[in-house]
């Protein structure tokens, strides 16, 4: 099969792009035309130079020492000091399909031909991406503007330094080098700047953000329809007739998408003991995960931008033969939209939370308390409502906004932040949650369904269901909760 392969632009990198950059390992190349533009901001770097003009990164120091004086013979040595010096993440480490987004995002942001970056430079991201070198990147050190705390470990494995993986094997930088059969880089004038100011892990998380939401919700929304089986539930809050008055688009498709799972099912048609009106948590599924969906399109909007946009201080301006300092680094505009798809999905965990306590409560389903299989004898789902409440807990302290959580540093000249990178870590947070979560609501519907000995479940029901029993058996007796929670996210991971 012939190998995918990517080409960059610095103008249409998209969101599906770098799901296969990540997870599928694609490789990329660049376009001939971006190149031009990269060598032509590297032209005018060393012009003004020539020209004596104070260029902030080239020849000044950067932060707080913008007042120093670097001189030509000395780029090398500075800016390894430099990588050196803001070298200081702390752990836990970034997956490899995180290091490849990273990288992805910035070499794209190169493209742009605004940076001033050395063309060796970008010749090197294409490489690592292609020849699987893996810089090792700490995850936490960011504020926001700029990952200049996290950035430097691509940089440092360019000259030598550090630590990367090399086709999934950990060893020193030098020898990643060697074995991928690449040189350590001589670094030129800016090009050390040029790496590590960027939003490139910030943007990169939050664009994994967005696919890793999106595919909760795919299979979130399967276990819900098996719950709305399980409790006897009504059809009416996904009539398409209903949903389409509303107006909104992510409430329409959900409802829409939720009535190709059912079709077919047992709750198309009375049943016994149905209600006429399910809890609020079943009944607005569709509205909630609407609006978590409508939140992430705007939030795709924002990071198509970001994406594809230079965020570089100063700014070089080849076509306009200048460089102007800029405010580029500043994420601000989709750090919102992050935090606001947070609460969103923070909107989700309760509804989940509250459909899984509803699901036990024989008052709704007339089902065994607990959807126990022998009252008086076996447990069931007792306590598993303690670990849902932890996790939609822990999910709200992360829906927390922290763009507003900064301090005032280097001499007062950095004293704005966002924290973009904490706010995207934090949406990630809670997905992986909500899958715990999913799951132990999985476990409840399966149950349930088992007890109620439905005649017909959907068509997208049906083989959820089948499918998850051969890996997660009927409740028939008391076991390790844990395993099955485990066995269950595990299988909703692999949907």
């Not at 993986?165 to 040189?183: C, D, F, N, P, T």
């Not at 709750?267 to 607005?284: M, N, T, V, Y």
Request: with cysteine; hydrophobic share 40%.
């Amino acid at each position: 099969m012939q190998e995918k392969v990517i080409r960059l632009t610095g103008s249409e990198l998209t969101i599906s792009q770098i799901k296969e950059i990540a997870f599928e390992n694609a490789k990329v190349e660049v376009d001939p035309e971006a190149m031009i533009k990269v060598q032509k901001a590297r032209e005018l770097i060393f012009e003004l130079d020539r020209r004596g003009i104070a260029v902030y990164g080239l020849n000044t120091g950067v932060g707080w020492n913008k007042d120093k004086v670097v001189y030509a013979d000395r780029y090398d040595a500075y800016n390894k000091n430099l990588l050196r010096s803001h070298m200081i993440g702390v752990g836990p480490e970034c997956s490899i399909p995180e290091i490849r987004t990273i990288m992805a995002v910035r070499l794209n942001g190169f493209l742009c031909g605004h940076t001033g970056v050395a063309p060796e430079i970008v010749e090197y991201y294409v490489e690592f991406l292609n020849r699987g070198v893996h810089p090792v990147i700490k995850s936490r050190g960011s504020v926001g503007e700029a990952d200049i705390a996290t950035l430097p470990a691509i940089g440092l494995t360019a000259i030598g330094e550090g630590e990367a993986y090399y086709q999934g094997q950990r060893m020193e930088s030098a020898k990643a080098l060697e074995l991928s059969g690449l040189k350590p880089l001589k670094l030129g004038p800016k090009d050390g700047l040029g790496i590590v100011s960027s939003n490139a892990q910030g943007a990169a998380f939050a664009a994994m953000g967005v696919i890793e939401a999106e595919q909760f919700i795919e299979r979130y929304r399967k276990v819900f329809c098996l719950a709305l089986e399980g409790l006897n539930g009504v059809l009416d809050p996904m009539d398409e007739s209903v949903n389409r008055e509303r107006g909104y688009q992510g409430q329409m498709e959900s409802a829409r998408k939720c009535r190709e799972l059912l079709k077919g099912s047992y709750l198309e048609k009375p049943w016994e003991g149905r209600a006429l009106q399910d809890p609020l948590s079943f009944r607005c599924q569709s509205a909630i995960t609407g609006s978590v969906m409508d939140a992430l399109a705007y939030l795709k909007q924002q990071l198509k931008v970001e994406l594809n946009a230079t965020d570089d201080n100063p700014c070089l301006l080849p076509e306009e033969d200048r460089m102007c300092g800029s405010p580029n680094f500043e994420p601000l505009t989709w750090v919102l939209a992050v935090e606001m798809a947070s609460t969103g999905l923070a909107h989700m965990s309760k509804m989940i939370s509250q459909q899984i306590l509803r699901i036990g409560d024989p008052g709704f389903t007339k089902l065994n308390r607990f959807l126990t299989p022998a009252e008086g004898a076996v447990i069931a789902y007792g306590t598993i409502q303690k670990t849902v409440s932890y996790l939609d807990t822990e999910n709200r302290m992360y829906a927390n906004p922290c763009s507003l959580d900064f301090l005032s540093m280097a001499g007062h000249i950095e004293d704005t932040a966002s924290n973009s990178t904490m706010a995207a870590a934090n949406m990630r947070k809670i997905i992986d949650n909500l899958y715990y979560m999913a799951a132990i609501e999985l476990m409840h519907a399966a149950q349930a369904v088992d007890l109620r000995e439905i005649p017909q479940l959907g068509e997208g029901t049906r083989p959820l269901f089948e499918s998850y029993r051969k890996e997660v058996p009927y409740l028939d007796n008391d076991r390790n909760m844990s395993v099955d929670i485990q066995k269950t996210y595990d299988f909703l991971k692999s949907l």
